[in-house]
């Protein structure tokens, strides 16, 4: 039997599957599957085929990630090494809570997917490092991993397969920068938590050293899947070149917020007004972020637009994490960008100068036009930010991705900041 | 393969492959595989930057050095790229001052300034700060940002480091040098964003023995010399000169400062084979004796006018003559200084003012020499297993201790390289590298600062040691080593120190003197003698010019022991620069009284020159031109940065001075330094020809003050308007005024350098502009001289050994009781340093908690030491398992004054009497180090108002 909601079918928030339920509904098969049936080499292979890409943000294929994990001959004394899966279920995009839906409501598809991907790269230990405000996931993600021990998935000899796998939640401090892949792998080593100079990726060099995969949670639940279904049946699920299925959330003020898993590819039109029931009574839409807080604003025009990882690009934005955040007409667009980039200043692990001062230097900006005190000085020194803070200029992707939302806001939006000079007072004061 | 042949260890590697960039058009030739930071400013480009350290490498932190990259000739827009994180390749075209990447560097000056404050008139780095000049050269000028600047509060970091956390600009640089690169434990990064704040978790002082480097490290003024910062001056009002470390026998290469004659700080000046980049805290801070109260600067026992005539000198010491002249040489005095007084007295009258012990562990050292070159501080860096002997390096001779870290992480850089990591990658190294490291054994009976990357570190007993050392030496035989009474295990850590040598390419062995252990040393000797080619052997003796002395012992040279058993009643007896601290306060009256005469040549008072009958004043370093000979046999000069005040000479000036009196009347026609080296180098066959290293200079005058020496003009302004006239220096390549040979022509590099300049480089960064290449040789550098190796020493001293025993070490009760080794409390002219008093370890007695019961004080908090001559010192007891079982490590303050160790006879528990008189003692102590500081500090600043006047009113 297949699904064309294969992350979400068997979700349950109140009280997820436990182990012997979930085997019942076909949990777990594809370990046995992988074990008894398939090289690493084939799991790689099928993964490739499938196209799946990273839901964590950036859209990277994964089995491409994958295959840059050094592979050594047996003689090479290398090969013994250690490598390390870690799965990023560290979800601090503002805007963005399908992670947390899926680890909540199924924790047995994650430690499933995670000992494919484990045995795909040849990995005996792996990490879930989880946002440290997810109490409840921890909770629940726990007591599955006790149980899949209990069970001979995880440890050692996995069904008798002799694949040996040690899987460890580790909770987090709380920082966004450790959604950072090699950020979050400094945390886990206990160092602080700035993101590493690339090269080395940590696909040769990452936690401890070591060859270490990082993948999205969405990701990696589509494992099982793919594994059960095969590639084909996984590319058909979409509406676009980009295969599988994607879990869209829709927030601000919408009639009915929430989150929808659905084909790749549907349009921003039919997310936000079939399934989200369009803007609030009175409200009209001014603009969206299409995948989180740092992705560049996008208007009404961009109504039809097809959201899959190439066309959002196309766009000039970025299809993110897919978690859209609806500006309406009765929001100041200022007061937005303002509490945005307070987040990222906030954020910033004060590595990089570009990163450290500029963020903060454009809240003290942005703060003054809210307030009405800005100048056109001001306005001059945030384009200069933007083009200061850009991709290949900071350390990390941060910076730019705090630079999205600005820059797109100054160009839709002008008029809005311009008012805020003019008039010396935020125009929308009083309509919040 | 044969093991035979050593890799080449020069980190340089001029074999690597030369390739074509084109920077502004213009093709340029540089390295492959160095990031384009380094390759660039090796072409002297100026390229700004923060993070970046040529010792530490890149991290990619302030995006200061970015450039624009083109994919070819034609592309015009190109991308902004970091310089310090991109490796050069070939036909690269690099755009330097294209519009896009200069303007983003005057863009990360100015995200910078958002915070820093505008307070570069009180800085104390203002006129020599790093972030001045990289602002200067973006053009960054005008302020755009109109919010409020973050601010800190400041933590209290021990007295030789100031902090002042709101200039900070976030480089990580202190961050990486005091934890990474030092091995610190006791500071960090803390906090994020724009609040990353660079200090300890609570105030607190500094415990690394390298937090000087921090003020050097730091770009801006965050970081600031404690002392410097209280008796102030701009760089460019300080006159300064290059000189040698007189801190131990390493000799690193430090600049002097000096304004108002008084010595204001010391810099570190780079030497690629020596100390490279940094110095330790002795060498920053441990000068400040030439400045203090305890500085002789008269001379006593004879009348002397201050402006006297030589003939005038001999008048006045004419009733001293006697029949016979002795000269007590030093381990702390110039190499020429020493020289002179053997020529003066005479070979057979010469004695070399070590004890008989130290001869033969002397002997030892020199002839290992001979036979092993030793290795340079650069050289121990590239060393990939290293095999330390009965020494805490940390203690006795810093800057090798942070070599030896830094060797111990080449198996990182090698695992790296596998990787394909580029050695300068600096968190991607550390990344790969982990906890992997080269091979570090410490053979120290006491823990050191060096066991966090050590393979071995566990404390062993001095004999367990040796019989390590011997078990190494038996390469073909089966290993038979039994376990000690105190130690177990032993087989198996030999076998697994001559697994990790026979896969070592450059293993390395280091032994120190700071124990004087000659069994040690025996043993160390027999091992290096038989030794295959490749194995390296460094010894540490514990003064900056002990080679120097020794290679001046000859069959005739007398010890200590033996001048003192002569008959002196007919004698005079001349000692250069040395308190005798070697000998017991007894037999330190007793020579006294002995001998006819008893004149100290000294600069600072000590017991013996209370007891001598006339004390001639010397120059210190600071104002005397010599030289030193290093551990490694190397002769190095320093230069007085300032003319020492009449009638003060250096001390080879006095012995000219002293030989128609005293001496043999060869010196006679002898007036200048350069006259004496000829004379000597002419003479004495373990003297070198130095012409080779001066005479050239010679003909180019160098400067001492900055172009910028302001005060010239305007520091007597107020009294007149007329300029005193500078003093002349006859002696030195170094005038002491402004004017001098241009830096910058070939002559003028032909000299090392007296502060380090260049234009638009007011900092010490601006090194770089006179080094072959980033972290290579200094262009100037001359031929190096080495004395102390030659296989031709007539080794006397070894047919007369004996059955001495160690004076400087007690056997109590199956206990070897030991000194114990503190860099702040080595030596007789630590104490004269007020901060390294403060810094200095408690009065104590370290033992093993298995020993406590020998000494028949259990739960005793203190115990007393009672000496033979009924003196006694009263020390805190403290037990703990860094000591190996049997030995016990002993500090008192007294111990630097005269050998105290050896005079004791028993050891009880401390009365209560007893131990609230030692701490009524220390707390007085501790006041009157206070005291003197300030003290000397208002003496000082006194001293600075009234120069002017007494220039201006005597007219010179």
Known sequence: MTTDKPLTQHINQDKPLAMPEYIDVGGYRSVDKILQQMSAQDVQDVVKDSGLKGRGGAGFPTAMKWSFVPKFEDTDPRSGDDKYLICNADEMEPGTFKDRWLLEGVPHQLIEAMIIASYAIGANKAFIFLRGEYHLAAKRLQQALDEAYQQGYLGDNIRNSGYQLDLYLHTSAGRYICGEETALINALEGQRANPRAKPPFPQVSGLFGKPTIVNNVETLCNLPHIINHGADWFKQLSNNDDAGTKIYSVSGRVQRPGLWELPMGITVRELLYQRAGGLSPGLNLKGFLPGGASTDFLTVEHLDLVLGYDEVSAAGSRLGTGGIIVLDDQNCPVAMVLNLLKFFAQESCGFCTPCRDGTAWAVDALTRIEQGQGSQQDLDNLHKLCDFMWLGKTHCALAPGAVEPLQSALKYFHDDFEQHIDKGCCPYSGHH | ????????????????????????????????????????????????????????????????????????????????????????????????????????????????????????????????????????????????????????????????????????????????????????????????????????????????????????????????????????????????????????????????????????????????????????????????????????????????????????????????????????????ASFESNAALKHMVGSENFCSGLTDYQHFCLDIIRSVMSAKQPPSVNEIEQSDCIIVIDEDLTQSAARIALAVRQATRNAAFDKAEQLGIPRWQDAAVRTAGQACRSNLFLLQSKSSKLDDVATYAEPLHPAAIIKLLQGLGNANQPDSISDMPFDN???????????????????????????????????????????????????????????????????????????????????????????????TRAQQYQLAEQSQTLIVIDHNQSLLSELADVVLPSAPFTESDGSSVNYMGLVQPFFAVKPPNSPIHPAWHWCLLLDSTFGRQNLANITTLSQLRAYLAEHDSSFPDMSRLLAEQLLFKSARQPMRYSGRTAMFANQTVHEPKSPQDTESPFSFSMEGAGRTDVQGQALPKAFSWAPGWNSEQSVYKYQTRIGGRMNHRAEAITVARGADKNLAWQQRKSDTANPGVLSFNGLLIRRLSHLFANDALTDDIAEFKLLAPVACLLVNPADEANLAATSATHVTLISDDKTSMTVRLITCDDVARGTAYLHHPLLNLHNAIAQVSDIVQASSDDIARQQQGQSEQLQSILNQKSRALSRLQKRDQQIPIQIVGEGR
């Not at chain 2, 930071?37 to 040529?54: D, I, T, V």
């Not at chain 2, 003064?543 to 005079?572: P, Y």
């Open chain 2, 1 to 332: 393969m044969d093991k035979s042949q050593p890799d080449n260890p020069d980190t340089s590697n001029p074999a690597a492959a030369q390739v074509t960039v084109h920077i502004d058009g213009e093709p340029v030739k540089l390295r492959q595989g160095d990031n384009l930071l380094e390759a660039m400013l090796s072409e002297k480009y100026n390229l700004p930057y923060f993070c970046w350290h040529p010792a530490m490498g890149s991290i990619g932190a302030c995006r200061q050095c970015a450039v624009t990259q083109f994919a070819d000739q034609e592309q015009q827009k190109g991308k902004t790229i970091m310089a310090c994180m991109t490796p050069v390749s070939d036909g690269m075209y690099i755009g330097l001052n294209h519009q896009p990447a200069a303007e983003f560097r005057e863009q990360v000056i100015a995200a910078m300034m958002t915070n820093h404050p505008h307070d570069c008139p009180v800085c104390g780095e203002g006129g020599a700060c790093h972030l001045q000049d990289m602002t200067v050269m973006t053009g960054h000028s005008m302020r755009r940002y109109q919010g409020q600047k973050r601010t800190f509060s400041n933590q209290y970091l021990g007295p030789l480091i100031n902090h002042e956390m709101n200039r900070c600009i976030t480089c990580y640089r202190c961050e990486r040098f005091y934890k990474d690169y030092a091995g610190g434990n006791d500071f960090s990064a803390c906090g994020s964003k724009n609040q990353v704040y660079f200090g300890r978790q609570q105030d607190g002082i500094l415990e690394s023995e390298f937090s000087g480097n921090l003020v050097e490290v730091c770009p801006t003024g965050v970081f600031t010399d404690k002392p410097f910062s209280a008796h102030y001056t701009r760089k460019w009002d300080l006159q300064s000169a290059p000189s040698v470390c007189q801190g131990c026998a390493v000799g690193c290469n430090i600049s002097v400062g000096e304004r108002y004659g008084s010595v204001r700080r010391v810099v570190n000046r780079y030497h690629h084979d020596i100390n490279g980049y940094f110095i330790c805290d002795k060498g920053r801070f441990g000068f400040s004796y030439v400045n203090n109260d305890s500085r002789i600067e008269t001379a006593r026992g004879i009348e002397l006018s201050s402006e006297f005539k030589p003939h005038q000198l001999a008048i006045a010491l004419a009733r001293y003559k006697s029949a016979d002249n002795f000269g007590i040489g030093s381990e702390r």
């Open chain 2, 489 to 583: 295990g032993l087989a198996s850590l030999l076998q697994e120190i001559k697994t990790a040598l026979q896969h070592a390419k450059r293993p390395l062995f280091i032994a120190g003197c700071s124990a004087w252990q000659l069994e040690t040393l025996q043993a160390v000797e027999q091992l290096a003698l038989q030794a295959p080619p490749h194995w390296q052997f460094a010894f540490l003796p514990d003064a900056v010019n002990t080679m120097g002395l020794a290679s001046l012992i000859d069959q005739h040279t007398m010890s200590l022991e033996q001048l003192i058993a002569k008959s002196l009643q007919q004698s005079t007896v001349i000692v250069l620069e040395h308190s005798l601290s070697t000998l």
